[in-house]
C-alpha cells in the first residue's frame, strides 16, 4: 500500500513499529528516523525477517526543519508519524507543509519552558494544512486518541445526545517495587502537582493539585482511587462532541505512588536546581533518576492490567442512556508480544491505526483534525483486530 | 580548682564547654582538642573574655592512643572529657589508663562497623581502672545519664523498692521542615530500623523495629506518639536497680517523621552503597544529607520543647507508688543562651556535671561506673543550677 516515516524511537515508537511490521499489506515500507540512529538500526535488526515490511533507518534532529524537509524530501513517505517529542510537534508540521506530506501525532504540542498543554498552536496550522491538501490528524494514541475514537463511536450509534462524559485511566499494574515510574519521573511529577480542571457549561473549572478524588470499582480490576487531572481532549472533546454539558478527566494513583512522591518533593530530591555535592553541581532530580529503578526494566516484571475508557451519560429516543466503553490490557500480554508493557503498548497501536486510516485515505481530510472529528467505524474495527479490543457495558456504575 | 581536657567540638562539646564557663571557679582551666583545630579556636574567640576560665586548644586524633596520651601528659588534666565519637572510648580510656587520668563520656562506645549498643567493651576495664586509681563515668549525659541519676535519686528517696521503670524521652520541637535531622541521618535511621527490646524478669524482650507504639500525654507539652527502642541505659539501670522487673525506653517520632524516612528507604536514598552517576561513585546516604537542611541549621528556627524523663513504680512502706520525674527544656531559651537547641544542650550540661564531680572528688572511685551507682543528690542538685530543673510528679499516667 504504502510508506510511513517513523519519527522517535523509544519505548511507544517500539510498540507502533512492530504494529506496522504486522500489517504489513498497508505498512510495505517504513523509514525510522531519531538523533541516535544506532537504536533504530537495533530495532530493525530485531525485526528483519520477522516481517514483509522493508525497513530503512535515518539519523535526524527532529528541531530542525530543514533537516526534516530533506529526510522528508529524501523517503517520500505517504505520511508522517510523529512519536518524537511533543515540543517537536510544530517543527515536523512544518516539514510536513514543506513537502506536502499527511502528518500524524498522539500528543499535543508544549513549548518546552511553559509546560501548558493546549491545541492553540497546532490547531492555527489548520488553513495551512487545508491549502496544502494534506491531513493532519492529532493525538491518535489512546487518551487522546482511542477516547475521543470512543466518544464519536457512542455518538454515532448510540445516543441522539451525549451530556456526560467521564474519561477514565487506570493503570493496576504491579512492579513489585514501594516506588518506581514508568517513564520521566518529571512528568508524572508535573502531573500531580498541576492544578486539575474540568468543563462544564462552557466554561473551564479550575480545582487544586489532586482535590477531586473519586473511588471507582473498574471491570476486571476492582476498586482504585483517582483523582482529577486536566488532561488535552476535554479541549477538542468539549468543541466536537454537540451538547456535552460536562467533561472530566480522573487517573488512577495509588496511595504509596503518592505519599513516596509527595515526601521526595518534600526533601527536596525533585528539585531541578543544582546543589554542590563534593564540588560537582548535580540536580537531585537526576540524582534520584539515577537511584530509581530505570522504567524499562519494568515491563518484565509489571503485572496487572490498565483499563482506560469513557463512561458517557445522555439520551436515545427520549430516554436516559449511560454506556462504559472500555479497553482492558494486560501487561504482560503486551510484554511477551513486543517486549513492552502495557503504558507503551496501549498508545503505540492507535498511533499505527491513526497512520494506516490517512496513509489509506479513510481519514484524509485536508486541514487540522482531532481523532472524534472522523468516522470512528474503522478505527474501533482496528482496534479489534490489532490487540486493543474494546468492550461496551450497558448501565454502568456512575462517578458521582 | 581543676583544669578538664574536653575532647570534640561539635553541637554538645559546644554546650558543655560553655558550661564550664559558667562554672570558672570549678572549671579555672580547660583545653578543647579535636582533629580540627580551628573550630576550637573559633569557640575560644567566642569566649575569651566573657569568662574566667582559661581556655587553650590543641589537635589531637582521638584515633590514635599514643597522640592522646602525648596530649594529656602535656596538658596534665585533672580529668578527660570525651565528647568525640563513641568509636573512640577506647583510645581515650587507653589514654586515661597510660595517664592515670579520671575519664568522662556520654555515649557508650560502638565498634565502627557492628553499630551495637552495649556495655561490654568499657565494663571490661574495671580492674584496670581500679588499679590505676582512676575513675571512669560513663554515659554522663541526659539518656543515658540524667535518667540514671533520676533513678538513684528516686531509689535513695521515693521507694523501697523500684519494680517498672519507664523511660520517656519526647522532642516535641517543631523546625517547620516538612523533614530534617537534628543530627547524622544515618543515626536517625539506624534507631528507627533496628529492632526494639525491653528487660523484664531477669532476661531481654526483643520487639520488631517500631512494634509497640504507646500514646503519651506529656507534661507541658501534651500527647505524643511515641516507641518502644533499644536504648544503652536499659543495660545498666537492669543490674544496677535492686528489685526492678520490668524496664523500657520510649521515644516519640511523629507520623510525618517517620513517613519521610521510610519512603527515602523505599526508594533507596538512605543506602550506604555507592551508585554510578555520571562516571562518579556516589553514596545515596551522602547526597540526601546534602540535600537535607544542615542540622546546625535548626537551631534558630526550632521551636517547642523537649520532656525527658523516667516513670518510676514500686513500693514505699507497704504501698502501691508511681513517680514521674522528669525536665522540660526549651528550645528557644537554650538557643538564646548558648547558641544550640535543645537536643545538644540535654547532653551537654549533664556532661560538665558529671565531668565536675568527677574532678572536684564528690564522684571519685576507682573502677568504671555508670551514673547510678554514684550518690545522685549533687548531681540533681547541679541540674537545678546548671538550666535542667526537674520536676517530680506524684502519681502521674502511666504507660500501660
Known amino acids: 500500500m504504502g510508506k510511513a516515516l517513523i519519527i522517535g524511537c523509544g519505548g511507544v515508537a517500539g510498540v507502533a513499529i512492530q504494529k506496522c511490521c504486522q500489517n504489513s499489506g498497508v505498512f510495505e515500507e517504513i523509514c525510522i528516523a531519531s538523533r541516535t540512529k544506532s537504536k533504530c538500526d537495533a530495532l530493525k535488526a530485531k525485526l528483519d525477517g520477522t516481517t514483509k515490511t522493508k525497513i530503512t533507518t535515518a539519523q535526524v534532529d527532529a528541531d530542525k526543519v530543514e533537516e526534516l524537509t530533506a529526510l522528508i524530501e529524501k523517503e517520500r513517505p505517504d505520511v508522517v508519524l510523529n512519536l518524537a517529542l511533543p515540543y517537536q510537534d510544530l517543527t515536523i508540521m512544518d516539514a510536513c507543509l514543506a513537502t506536502r506530506t499527511h502528518y500524524v501525532d498522539t500528543a499535543n504540542y508544549e513549548p ?106 473498574f471491570p476486571e480490576i476492582g476498586e482504585k482511587d483517582m483523582y482529577l487531572l486536566h488532561h488535552e ?79 458517557f451519560r445522555g439520551k436515545r429516543e427520549g430516554k436516559e442512556r449511560n454506556l462504559y466503553i472500555y479497553n482492558v490490557c494486560d501487561h504482560q500480554e503486551c510484554y511477551k508480544e513486543v517486549g513492552s508493557q502495557a503504558v507503551a503498548y496501549t498508545t503505540g497501536v492507535p498511533a499505527m491505526i491513526g497512520a494506516m486510516l490517512v496513509m489509506n485515505g479513510t481519514w484524509q481530510k485536508p486541514g487540522v483534525y482531532n481523532v472524534e472529528e472522523f468516522d470512528p467505524t474503522p478505527f474501533m474495527d482496528a482496534l479489534n483486530r490489532f490487540g486493543l479490543p474494546w468492550k461496551i457495558s450497558e448501565a454502568p456504575k456512575l462517578v458521582d
Chains 1, 2 share one sequence.
Not at 489512546?142 to 455518538?155: E, I, L, R, W
Open 233 to 311: 481532549e476535554l479541549e477538542s472533546l468539549a468543541l466536537n462532541i454537540k451538547g456535552i454539558k460536562r467533561i472530566r478527566f480522573f487517573m488512577t494513583f495509588g496511595q504509596s505512588y503518592l505519599t513516596h512522591l509527595r515526601c521526595l518533593e518534600n526533601v527536596g530530591m525533585t528539585s531541578i536546581e543544582p546543589i554542590e555535592f563534593e564540588g560537582k553541581q548535580i540536580v537531585p532530580l537526576q540524582f534520584l533518576k539515577a537511584v530509581l529503578p530505570d522504567p524499562s526494566s519494568l515491563g518484565p516484571r509489571t503485572v496487572g492490567k490498565t483499563n482506560i475508557g469513557c463512561i
Open 112 to 217: 518546552e519552558d511553559t509546560a501548558k498543554f493546549e491545541y492553540k498552536w497546532q490547531w492555527a496550522y489548520k488553513k495551512k494544512f487545508e491549502e496544502a491538501g494534506i491531513t493532519a490528524l492529532l493525538g491518535s494514541g489512546f487518551d487522546p486518541g482511542v477516547t475521543g475514537v470512543f466518544s464519536a463511536y457512542a455518538q454515532k450509534y448510540y445516543f441522539d445526545e451525549i451530556n456526560y462524559i467521564d474519561i477514565l485511566d487506570c493503570n493496576a499494574g504491579d512492579h513489585g517495587y514501594p516506588f518506581a515510574t514508568n517513564f520521566n519521573p518529571e512528568i508524572n511529577i508535573r502531573e500531580v502537582s498541576a492544578k486539575g480542571s474540568y468543563w462544564e457549561e462552557g466554561r473551564w473549572v479550575e480545582t487544586e493539585p489532586m482535590e477531586i478524588k473519586k473511588v471507582y470499582d
